[in-house]
């Protein structure tokens, strides 16, 4: 059925093309180029679809509809769905602007069983728009604001779910997005601007069920929740606000890598479920604000953090990370290391309660560079940029004494966070340079401590071409034959953190290293040393000294995994005859 225009020169085509359907447009001319427009339609079968075709005036203006409404009713059947085309000639964006879209009379926002649904198919505004109701979105473009926000209502059904396919905001919004309905989907959502304002904030939600594929804008301002899943958000400037994403895993809408990326963040950002895909922030997360993820933070995932952490992270998982959290992630230089200054609460499940990482905290607690095992919270670490070696999960511990001898194999320095060989395999350069240092000198020398002395005293000799190297994930291994009454001392040399602008890794407490050498980048060393068995009060020589020490700690020497007599007879012909270990 084809209405045409009528004589008053309202630039309006309303038509359909389904048979046996009535509609019945009603214009009411309100100043300019603005009208009102009321449809009414009658169907006697469940579905129709209505175009409204726009059209320029006589002198080439858009015209505008201030208040579009629906009047919806199914003359024979139960339930009537109507798909809806607002349409310029040739493909233009003929309507300028768009007050209301709604429902005359009204419609109950929480009906569950709908006997009417407004669906609209497409639709294209040049500038803004201020509210609009209806059942779902297919494509939309609104070249301005939307002012008064959107609601997306129940439809009739359990598997005709409420659904924003493509809509885009060029402008900002400035009222709330609410999908009241179960099961509501959002497939891709853009706003080119702002979400709400620091004065008025907004609320983008999508209620029990609901689900959220894209979502990106420049600031929000609000509340943002996605009650069942996310697959991705975007502020490319601040959030300031609550973010709720029950789970970030969403696959079959909305496109892009899973997860969330905020330049800016201030307020507390929260899931629940499953979690894939990284959390970015740009920015510090402010001391006021907190991350709670009440998952476990995956093996493929990372939280960053691009500047300080200030505020509060909570792991609300028992040994819940397994992936990476970095903070300083952009590389910013912190030489007094201060860019921690927050807490990272990690729930034990054993104790109950959380444990605490910061650096207000003592002993293994302390950060940046805490001494709890990575297997103590599930396999993953939090590194501060520049990343630092991990003393007690490297292998052997930085700080060791080998009691053990000589041995063939690999050492591993792990570190808070990934690292990489600057130039891969296109360089002879090793990662890492190695020092050997001599631990028994004849007299009447004496033997250096090696945690005190520079690499470039001449009793460190560079070995670094002895071994093999690698590098992967969080780990540098250095493999070959380590000998007996030396100390090893490992230094950063074509090592970087594997991270966007790679910071070279700075090796901040340890050994020695380079400090107080000339021409040289300061920097400390990871370090370790290797001495017999049998020398357990550690003077360097196998003598009665260490027959008393047994006598009040016993040690095992054959290996048995038990310290008796035998072991004892074997120190002690090693103390009368010599040591051959």
């Known amino acids: 059925m084809l209405v045409p225009r009528l004589a008053s020169g309202q630039p309006f085509t309303v038509t359909s093309d389904d048979p046996g359907i009535n509609v019945v447009p009603t214009f009411t001319y309100v100043s300019g180029d603005t009208w009102d427009l009321h449809v009414l339609v009658e169907h006697a079968v469940s579905t129709a679809t209505v175009d409204i075709i726009v059209s320029k005036t006589q002198g080439g203006q858009r015209p505008s509809l201030r208040d579009l409404t629906f009047d919806l009713v199914a003359t024979s059947t139960a339930y009537l769905s109507v798909s809806l085309n607002v349409l310029g000639e040739l493909g233009e964006v003929n309507l300028d602007s768009l007050d209301s879209l709604y429902f005359d009379p009204p419609y109950d926002p929480y009906e569950t069983t709908p006997d009417r649904e407004l669906i609209i198919a497409q639709l294209e505004v040049y500038d803004d728009v201020v509210f609009i109701e209806c059942h779902g979105v297919g494509r939309a473009r609104i070249g301005g604001d939307l002012i008064g926000g959107l609601w997306l209502f129940e439809r009739n059904g359990f598997y005709n779910k409420p659904r924003i396919d493509d809509l885009v905001i060029a402008g900002d919004l400035f009222d709330d997005v609410w999908l009241v309905t179960q099961h509501a989907e959002v497939n891709k959502f853009t706003v080119g601007g702002n979400v709400g304002t620091a004065l008025n904030p907004v609320t983008v939600f999508a209620s029990v069920y609901g689900r959220i594929g894209t979502f990106e804008c420049n600031n929000f301002f609000g509340e943002f929740r996605a009650e069942q899943g996310l697959r991705r958000f975007v502020a490319n400037g601040s959030f300031v606000g609550d973010f709720y994403a029950a789970n970030i895993n969403v696959t079959d809408l909305g496109e892009g890598d899973l997860g969330a990326v905020i330049n800016d963040f201030d307020g507390t950002f929260s899931t629940y479920g499953t979690l894939a895909g990284d959390i970015v922030i740009g920015g510090d997360l402010a001391s006021a604000s907190y991350i709670f993820l009440r998952s476990v933070l995956p093996s493929t995932s990372t939280v960053s953090i691009g500047g300080a952490l200030d505020g509060q992270l909570f792991m609300n998982e028992d040994e819940g990370i397994e992936g990476q959290i970095l903070i300083n992630a952009a590389g910013a230089s912190d030489p007094n290391h201060e860019l921690w200054g927050g807490t990272v609460h990690v729930w034990d499940e054993a104790t109950q309660e959380f444990f605490q990482l910061s650096p207000d905290e003592t002993g293994d607690n302390e950060a940046p560079y805490y001494g709890v095992l990575s297997a103590d919270f599930g396999g993953g670490a939090i590194g501060l940029v520049p990343f630092m070696y991990h003393a ?59 945690r005190t002395t520079e690499v470039c005293d001449n009793r460190w000799t560079d070995v670094t071409g002895n071994y093999t190297y690698g590098v992967s994930g969080r780990n540098v291994t250095v493999s070959g034959t380590f000998a007996n009454w030396r100390a090893y001392q490992i230094i950063p040399n074509d090592l970087v953190c594997n991270i966007d602008g790679t910071p070279d890794v700075v090796y901040a407490q340890g050994w020695q290293g380079t400090i107080g050498c000339t021409g040289l980048d300061q920097t400390y060393g990871c370090g370790f040393q290797v001495k017999t068995g049998f020398d357990l009060n550690q003077n360097q020589v196998v003598e009665s000294g260490d027959v008393e020490t047994w006598l009040i700690e016993p040690a095992d020497f054959d290996g048995d995994d038990n310290a008796h007599v035998i072991d004892l007879s074997l120190l002690v012909d090693a103390a009368v005859n010599g040591d051959d270990e």
């Open 392 to 450: 007690k999960d490297s292998t052997p511990d930085h700080d060791t004494v080998i009691t053990t001898g000589a041995f063939t194999g690999t050492v591993t320095v792990e570190h808070y966070g990934p690292v990489a060989d600057v130039d891969d395999d296109t360089s002879t350069t090793p990662p890492v340079t190695v020092y050997q240092l001599a631990l028994m000198v004849p007299p009447p020398g004496t033997v250096p401590d090696p």
